[in-house]
Nanobody, 124 residues
């Protein structure tokens, strides 16, 4: 079972930036669909952004469009999330997810492998 490992979370003031990184515990050539989810205290887990394989497509939830950028690293087992113009409502635990099969990216059930998460806290 592949295991995603996240890093890069932290505390930042509103308007600031953070960059999250994710690396899969697998070889660098297997092509996994990958994405970021987040969960705020007392709220349901939600999809944030995803990166496809093959066609290079990326997907975003409406609330982060224009502020967040998801990208692949130089190998297929890495994923980044550049977060700019952060807002308090972006606060939460951010999870990197992966799967060999592409599905409905916004559904948590579509993803087999989940990381432990990295905390992002945005203060006013």
């Amino acid at each position: 079972q592949v295991q995603p490992v996240e890093s890069g979370g932290g505390s930042v003031q509103a308007g600031g930036s953070l960059k999250l990184s994710c690396k899969l515990s697998t070889d660098t050539t297997t092509r996994y669909f990958m994405a970021w989810f987040r969960q705020a205290p007392g709220k349901e887990r939600e999809a944030v952004a995803a990166a496809s394989v093959g066609d290079g497509r990326t997907y975003y939830t409406d609330s982060v469009k224009g502020r967040f950028t998801v990208s692949r690293g130089s190998t297929w087992n890495t994923l980044f999330l550049q977060m700019n113009s952060l807002k308090e409502e972006d606060t939460g635990m951010y999870y990197c997810v992966a799967d060999l099969v592409g599905g409905h990216w916004f559904r948590a059930a579509s993803w087999a492998a989940w990381g432990q998460g990295t905390q992002v806290t945005v203060s006013s």
